[in-house]
């Protein structure tokens, strides 16, 4: 493509990262490993989409799918979609490689995504070494996408699964073996309690809102994250 010499650098660096990130949302071996753009039964929402639309189109989406890119992570775009009953997944990637694996992941919010990465690269992976000398090499999470209302009651408004922009993590698995689990680990031996604090601690400054086992009796065994909320960190 033969661009203007009238163009300023700005202009220039702007269409580069158009052409970056379009050649990033048409890449074959992305959509090859997300299953060549057929839906499978793991990939399924828990209710019927619409019929896609375009995703990514405002500025903003565009340039978290640049930064996703160039911090090294593996995705595929989304399109966005609504799912009936007040969820809906836009502007939603799938995770493909962010460098440790993670399981049950399904739709993210781009932002949920970028700081998900961000935050299993910079303070899963060296809190790990720190506290057990040991490489995290999984983390488990319960989910994403979920069309429900919070804390999965019948009334009450919808929880931030609904528009795929939580995620629960229920714990770490290290290269020895070791599984360290909210569910006993955050009151468990001090090693435990110290890594899943620390871990805590640093969510809170990555997502607006951070709730563990110390929030209520719901979440006795995993870390809600989202990106809704001012720093609501309990």
Known sequence: MTIPMLFKPRMLLAVA???ALSACFGAPEAMKQYGGGKRT?????????????????????????VDLQRAGVRFTPLPN??????????????????????????????????????????????????????????VETFGT?????????????????????????AGFVLADGR???????????????????????SACRRFGTVLSPDYNAAHYNHFHLDMSGNGYCR
């Not at 919070?150 to 408004?157: F, K, L, P, T």
């Open 41 to 65: 039964s793991a990939s399924r929402p828990d209710r019927p989409q619409a019929v896609g639309t375009p995703s990514f189109t405002s500025a903003e989406a565009k340039q978290c799918a």
């Open 179 to 201: 599984r360290i689990m909210l569910d006993g680990g955050w009151h468990g031996d001090k090693a435990s309690q110290d890594f899943l604090r620390a871990l805590h601690k």
């Open 81 to 138: 979609q609504n799912h009936g009953g007040g969820c809906t997944s836009i502007d939603s990637v799938k995770l493909l490689d962010i460098g440790t694996p993670v399981t049950n992941l399904g739709a993210m919010t781009c932002p949920l995504a970028r700081n998900f990465a961000a935050w299993v690269q910079y303070a899963v992976r060296p809190a790990a070494r720190a506290y057990f000398g040991a490489e995290a090499v999984k």
């Open 145 to 169: 996408y979920s069309c429900r209302n919070i804390y999965g009651g019948r009334s009450g408004r919808l929880s931030q699964h609904a528009s795929s922009n939580a995620v629960d993590v």
């Open 17 to 19: 990262a158009a052409l």
